[in-house]
């Protein structure tokens, strides 16, 4: 039997084959299922490990380079963006999984599915300026640095950096709106499921 498909689960008291659960059981598989769906748009597995390591290797650079002033401030602004950004979006996944025993159900998967709403639509109104920024921000740490290495300018390292980030911009937007939209529909769906179990 499928954990996602509560309206079965509620009615197995009917089936002699089907374990009957309590409310109690009923609420831990709807969060926990709800959970399972949240994971998608959660900072984990393998972007996790990018963020991790990009880290690392900052903090390698800061202590064991022999930098200038200069290129230490940049790299720890770098590091400072970075571990800012993966401690807020931790921090929101933290928020949005976390479920209280006094809270009912219902509260719980309503609040969730609004924040998803709500981060749809964000990202649906500023998508073309968060790519834009990203570019920028990406971009702008390629020109500065190179300017305080004093490098000569090179159109094509310079071009092809361009253009391999505005493709890693737009395909991780993409790639995280289609995810969010689909965990905001498995939640509205495993909502429905509870509203026709009551």
Same mark, same amino acid.
Request: hydrophobic share 40%; charged share 25%; aromatic share 14%.
């Given at each position: 039997?499928k954990?996602s498909n509560?309206?079965?689960?509620?009615?197995?008291?009917?089936d @002699?084959?089907?374990?009957?659960?309590?409310?109690?059981e009923l609420?831990?598989i709807i969060?926990?299922t %709800? /959970?399972?769906s949240? /994971? %998608?748009?959660?900072? &984990?597995?393998?972007f996790?490990? +990018?963020? =991790? %390591?990009?880290v690392?290797y900052l903090?390698?650079?800061?202590?064991?380079?022999?930098?200038?002033?200069?290129?230490?401030l $940049?790299?720890?602004a770098?590091?400072t963006?970075? $571990?800012l950004? %993966?401690f807020?979006w931790? #921090?929101s &996944?933290?928020?949005m999984g !976390?479920?209280?025993?006094d809270m009912? +159900?219902?509260e719980?998967l309503?609040y969730?599915?609004?924040?998803l709403?709500k981060?749809v639509? #964000?990202?649906?109104k500023? *998508?073309?300026?968060i790519?834009c920024?990203?570019?920028?921000?990406?971009?702008?740490?390629?020109?500065v640095?190179?300017?305080?290495?004093k490098?000569p300018?090179?159109p094509?390292l310079?071009? @092809? =950096?361009?253009?391999?980030l505005?493709i890693?911009?737009?395909?991780? !937007?993409?790639?995280?709106?289609?995810?969010?939209?689909?965990?905001r529909?498995e939640?509205?769906e495993?909502?429905?499921q509870?509203?026709?179990? *009551?």
């Amino acid at each position: 039997m499928k954990e996602s498909n509560i309206k079965e689960l509620w009615k197995s008291g009917t089936d @002699s084959n089907t374990k009957s659960y309590s409310d109690s059981e009923l609420n831990e598989i709807i969060v926990r299922t %709800a /959970k399972k769906s949240m /994971k %998608a748009v959660q900072l &984990d597995g393998v972007f996790q490990y +990018v963020v =991790i %390591a990009v880290v690392v290797y900052l903090i390698f650079t800061l202590l064991f380079r022999n930098n200038s002033l200069e290129m230490k401030l $940049l790299d720890f602004a770098g590091l400072t963006i970075l $571990l800012l950004c %993966a401690f807020f979006w931790k #921090r929101s &996944d933290y928020k949005m999984g !976390t479920y209280k025993c006094d809270m009912p +159900v219902k509260e719980w998967l309503e609040y969730r599915i609004n924040e998803l709403n709500k981060t749809v639509y #964000r990202k649906k109104k500023y *998508n073309r300026l968060i790519i834009c920024l990203s570019l920028l921000l990406g971009f702008g740490f390629h020109v500065v640095q190179q300017m305080l290495v004093k490098a000569p300018f090179n159109p094509i390292l310079s071009g @092809s =950096i361009f253009i391999a980030l505005a493709i890693f911009c737009v395909f991780i !937007t993409r790639s995280l709106n289609g995810k969010y939209r689909k965990t905001r529909d498995e939640l509205k769906e495993l909502y429905r499921q509870f509203e026709e179990s *009551n």
